[in-house]
């Protein structure tokens, strides 16, 4: 009889551990087509006069503040879409407005490092890479639970769009310091949603675990990108 408990006990755990694999490897498949998706449409957009015209837009005047108040709805419609029970249709349309709108917001700022230092975006996608993977692997390998920075990640977030407010309202210059600052706000945010995929997020929750990862790598590379331009000025 142990011997049935002990052999049903297993065959539990081996189904548990290959549903929890089968998840990981989704969310991390859905993240590489997403950032593949993220590619193709900046390519796309900064080639199209129309968008370019956008962008130019975008950035003038007090337009900027606008534009960041439409990502942050965009932002928050897409994670209640991924986020919520919905069908798996409404978890990807989600996860891909949240992508379109991570593209068109990026356009400005990749047209103008386009236009001075075209070598810093590679530089920039580069050092992102390396950096996202290192932590991503360091949460898994050390099996740690980093659900606690969660605190940290909110209260940095509302200081940080509080000094951008102000910098876009009072036309201050927040520096190569703030940059830095951003950076290590994103890595802590990597370190968190990896943590998330390891720990919480249920095994069907591989749309919004993905969607949760871009958006932490996405804020590092525009930071990253913003450092390395800044150095070059």
């Known amino acids: 009889m142990d011997n049935y408990l002990n052999s049903e006990s297993y065959a539990s755990q081996a189904a548990s551990a290959s549903r929890r694999s089968a ?4 969310t991390y498949l859905n993240l ?17 006069q129309p968008a ?3 962008a130019a837009r975008m950035v003038s005047g007090g337009n900027w503040l606008i534009v960041l108040i ?24 989600g996860l891909y407005l949240y992508v379109a709108a991570e593209a068109i917001i990026f356009l400005p700022l990749l047209l103008l490092a386009d236009a001075v230092a075209p070598d810093t975006i590679p530089q920039a ?3 992102t890479a390396s950096l996202s993977i290192g932590l991503m692997a ?13 605190s940290f990640l909110t209260m940095g977030f509302f200081i940080a769009l509080g000094l951008i407010a102000c ?13 830095i600052g951003m950076i290590v706000f994103a890595a ?3 370190v968190y949603q990896t943590s998330l995929i390891v720990h919480q997020y249920g095994d069907s929750q591989y749309v919004a675990a993905a969607l949760g990862l871009f958006a932490a790598i996405a804020l590092m590379f525009w930071y990253v990108l913003q450092f390395l331009m800044g150095n070059r000025r």
């Not at 360091?138 to 969660?150: A, M, Q």
């Open 167 to 179: 910098a876009l309202l009072f036309g201050m210059q927040l520096g190569l310091w703030f940059s």
């Open 125 to 127: 996608a580069i050092l």
């Open 188 to 190: 802590v945010a990597v």
């Open 138 to 150: 360091y949460v898994f390998f050390s099996g740690r639970d980093f659900s606690f920075l969660g």
């Open 70 to 93: 439409a990502f942050m709805g965009v932002s928050w419609l897409a994670n209640s879409w991924a986020l919520s029970g919905a069908t798996l249709g409404k978890q990807y349309a």
């Open 52 to 54: 370019v015209e956008l």
């Open 32 to 48: 590489a087509i997403a950032f593949g998706v993220f590619i193709c449409l900046e390519a796309m957009l900064m080639s199209w």
């Open 23 to 26: 998840f990981i490897k989704k």
